[in-house]
């Protein structure tokens, strides 16, 4: 699926991942492939995403998430 | 007819004119690239934040937490907001925003009795409005300096308390929108209370979202943001108008010395020509009265 993390002032990160690790405000929760539509607001903490390569972490201070279709946008 | 110094005086001058705004002009056009690709980076996100908030307009009118967002309160006092640049040098840009702005407060506010306070981003606007507005503030004027989102996003949030606590009962920008290098397009724009635009579109309507936790506290977090995020897009937008109007303009200041070089070049020729004819004349009637 298809992951992109974007900030005001930057796209932080876009491509294929296999999974990724969500800080939400309800409690943090992972995505996998074929995940449910879903919109999430997030908290401080970190953003773990797991790609071909290994895993990947990014620090956030909050945000909205929206998986659709295998694509998840961020905005962090 | 001038005098050869003069002229020649006058040609060296215009020569560093030229330079000095060509220069500026390259500057300009490097700091344009920088401030496109803020606005190229930004739009993605800001259009994602207004899809999400879109799905969510019906909820957000149930919604008690937000409701300070969205509440109409007739409007007695209004905070307008400028947007202009710190420097000069930069066309009709600066003057179109006062324009604007007068516009707004003696057409649309003064004769509904509304209590305007203006207050200023960026130094040009106030140096002229300063003495025709009463209510005016300057504690943000500095934002233009250093334009992370960051900044931006901390002043916003001082309008949306300010918007809360009832200090005001609208806020509107006012600001260049950026089109292209040479297009700028003034808007007025209201920020607060804030306006959803339910999506229109069906296929995105339709679909069934799972909220986490609740459509409420998501849009607790999100409306806000989407008014920060709203200013952020328009200090983004003015700053890359400033420097394509600073490019446009710098770029026929150039012009214009290259034009003017032309003709002093022109003047400063004939009078040496002039200087030359009067020499020779001079010899060849001397040389004349002596063999006479």
Do not use: W
Not at chain 2, 61 to 75: A, C, I, N, Q, W
């Amino acid at each position: 699926m298809y992951l992109e993390i974007i900030t005001p002032e930057k796209t932080l990160f876009s491509g294929e991942v296999e999974s990724a690790k969500f800080p939400g405000s309800a409690g943090g929760f992972e995505t996998l492939n074929n995940h449910a539509a879903l919109i999430s607001s997030l908290t401080e903490g970190t953003l773990e995403v797991k790609t071909e390569n290994g895993v990947e972490k990014f620090e956030i201070n909050g945000g909205i998430v929206e998986v659709l279709n295998n694509k998840i946008i961020v905005l962090a | 007819m001038a005098s050869l110094k003069e002229v020649r005086t006058r040609i060296s001058s215009t020569e560093s004119t030229q330079q000095i705004t060509k220069a500026m002009k390259l500057v300009a056009a490097t700091k344009l690239k920088k401030a496109t690709d803020a606005i190229a980076k930004m739009r993605p996100y800001s259009e994602k934040m207004n899809s999400i908030l879109g799905n969510l307009a019906s909820a957000a009118s149930e919604e008690d937490r937000v409701k300070k967002y969205f509440e109409y309160r007739e409007v007695k006092k209004a905070l307008v907001v400028v947007l202009s640049s710190d420097r000069g040098l930069c066309g009709g840009f600066n003057a179109s925003v006062i324009k604007a702005t007068r516009q707004l407060i003696n057409e649309y506010y003064k004769p509904k009795g509304v209590d305007v306070e203006v207050t200023f981003l960026g130094k040009k606007a106030h140096d002229i409005l300063k003495k025709e507005v009463s209510n005016t503030s300057t504690d943000n004027m500095g934002v233009f300096s250093d334009l992370s989102a960051e900044n931006v996003f901390a002043v916003a949030q001082q309008f949306i308390d300010a918007h809360a606590a009832e200090k005001y009962d609208e806020v509107r920008l006012v600001y260049n929108q950026f089109k292209n290098a040479a297009t700028q397009i003034i808007q007025v724009e209201k920020m607060l209370p804030v306006q959803v635009e339910s999506v229109e579109d069906d296929a995105q309507k339709n679909i069934d979202y799972i909220f986490e936790p609740g459509q409420g506290e998501i849009l607790v977090d999100l409306v806000p943001k989407a008014v920060k995020t709203q200013l952020y897009k328009a200090c983004l937008d003015s700053f890359a108008s400033e420097t394509g109007a600073r490019m446009v303009a710098m770029d026929a200041a150039t012009e214009n010395a290259g034009e003017m070089l032309d003709k002093l070049r022109l003047q400063y020729n004939q009078a040496r020509q002039a200087a030359i004819t009067g020499e020779i004349l001079e010899i060849v009637s001397g040389a004349a009265a002596l063999e006479g």
